[in-house]
């Protein structure tokens, strides 16, 4: 059974450092990997989505990566901003069997940009 | 807009009381699913549909219903609630069951059972 893991739980920087993130699971065969951002009291946006042919998926200042033989992605932030707060969440999407497909999430890491 | 709404957003009831919480999207995606967020235990699924009529089990269904008779809405049913249920619920859906899509998520359903 997939098992995704995310170190720290929880990061606080000041404002314009550079900072990444971590996520690893355990069943290196893994369909894509997502990487969610969430806000209090709201629901789950997508930032990005990794394929598992891929290394690596860009958007703005992030950029994620994945190494599959490793078990792990990795989601940089680069010139953090006090918006960037927020609990970030890795999900790792595998076959589950009966020809369906399930998402793993990790915990999540807690992240708090300081003016 | 393309969204996923669940609706109430907010529910305190009481324990063995029955309910329904709703979720509809307007994508036309075929694949809709239903997981619950715990404080230290983060977001587990429920159930989960590929399809209008095609409905599984995820990794934490008991006490739970669903339904998928049409493919825009995904009602999850609480038939007899208890206190354990008390949690942060979260529709989801995707285009299909595949590999490459990626899930959008509704607002959640805080939902306290006394």
């Known amino acids: 059974k997939q098992e995704v893991t995310q170190i720290p739980a929880a990061l606080s920087v000041p404002e314009g450092e550079n900072l990444v993130l971590n996520c690893s699971f355990t069943?290196?065969?893994?369909?894509?990997l997502q990487w969610f951002r969430q806000d209090p009291g709201k629901g789950l946006t997508s930032l990005l989505l990794i394929q598992s042919s891929q290394r690596e998926q860009t958007s703005g200042r992030l950029n994620a990566s994945l190494d599959k033989s490793s078990g792990r992605s990795t989601l940089y932030i680069a010139a953090s901003q006090p918006g960037d707060s927020a609990t970030y969440l890795c999900?790792?999407?595998?076959?589950?069997?009966?020809?369906?497909?399930?998402?793993?999430f990790g915990k999540g890491t807690k992240l708090s940009v300081i003016p | 807009e393309a969204q996923v709404t669940q609706n109430p957003r907010y529910l305190i009831t009481v324990t063995g009381k029955k309910l329904t919480v709703t979720c509809s999207q307007n994508m036309n995606h075929e694949y809709m699913s239903w997981y619950r967020q715990d404080p230290g235990l983060g977001l587990r699924q429920i159930y989960y549909s590929m399809n209008v009529e095609v409905t599984d089990k995820g990794d934490v269904p008991e006490g739970y219903k669903v339904s998928r008779k049409e493919k825009r809405n995904f009602p999850l049913i609480l038939e007899s609630p208890s206190p354990n249920q008390t949690s942060l619920y979260f529709c989801a859906s995707q285009t299909s069951g595949g590999r490459a899509d990626t899930q959008y998520f509704g607002p959640g359903t805080r939902l306290t059972v006394l």
């Open positions: 999900a790792a999407h595998s076959y589950s069997g009966a020809g369906s497909y399930q998402l793993t």
């Open positions: 069943d290196s065969a893994i369909y894509n």
